[in-house]
T-cell receptor, first 109, second 114 residues
């Protein structure tokens, strides 16, 4: 079967760094996406990885290891507005997105 | 309008009633999707359409139907609602499925079936 695993909840301090992990087992792989979803709102796109390595975009970076079925999202210089759920999604062999349940990130002052 | 709109924002529905959730995008995207999001579960694909005139079944299609008469609109119909269809429903679109293009999401419809 297809499976995406992420921690349910994480807590971090304002100004710190946090790493959110995602492991996956899917039928085929055509890229991995990270989305941010604030409570009561729609998901919004953060990053896309299809090749191994690190993609940096401002305070956010995303890493992929296809051989390990593993990705992480790294958030630096945390701000209160980063309190949200972070969704990992893999594009499978049918070019459909398979979604993890999301990681709720709580930022404390 | 800009992006994707959904209507209604929220709805309480009696079991057994028919309901259509509306979704309209103005980005001329080819592909559109309907997901449901339930607490503790990831987004689950209900139905999708890769281009106007075609539709396909996702992971959880039972009890739902869709149509794609034109590029902009992709309504989702519950023929006879049941309490297990209580959920938040998101419509999404992307220009070219199967590539790195992100999916854009509508604001969601919160549906309660009693």
């Amino acid at each position: 079967g297809q499976n995406i695993d992420q921690p349910t909840e994480m807590t971090a301090t304002e100004g710190a760094i946090v790493q959110i992990n995602c492991t996956y087992q899917t039928s085929g792989f055509n890229g991995l996406f990270w989305y941010q979803q604030h409570a009561g709102e729609a998901p919004t796109f953060l990053s896309y990885n299809v090749l191994d390595g690190l993609e940096e975009k401002g305070r956010f970076s995303s890493f992929l290891s296809r051989s390990k079925g593993y990705s992480y999202l790294l958030l630096k210089e945390l701000q209160m507005k980063d309190s949200a759920s972070y969704l990992c999604a893999v594009m499978d062999s049918n070019y459909q997105l398979i979604w993890g349940a999301g990681t709720k990130l709580i930022i404390k002052p | 309008i800009a992006g994707i709109t959904q209507a209604p924002t929220s709805q309480i529905l009696a079991a057994g009633r028919r309901m259509t959730l509306r979704c309209t995008q103005d980005m001329r995207h080819n592909a559109m999707y309907w997901y449901r999001q339930d607490l503790g579960l990831g987004l689950r694909l209900i139905h999708y359409s890769n281009t106007a005139g075609t539709t396909g079944k996702g992971e959880v299609p039972d009890g739902y139907s869709v149509s794609r008469a034109n590029t902009d609109d992709f309504p989702l119909t519950l023929a006879s609602a049941v309490p297990s269809q209580t959920s938040v429903y998101f419509c999404a679109s992307t220009d070219r499925p199967g590539q790195s293009n992100e999916q854009f999401f509508g604001p969601g419809t919160r549906l309660t079936v009693l």
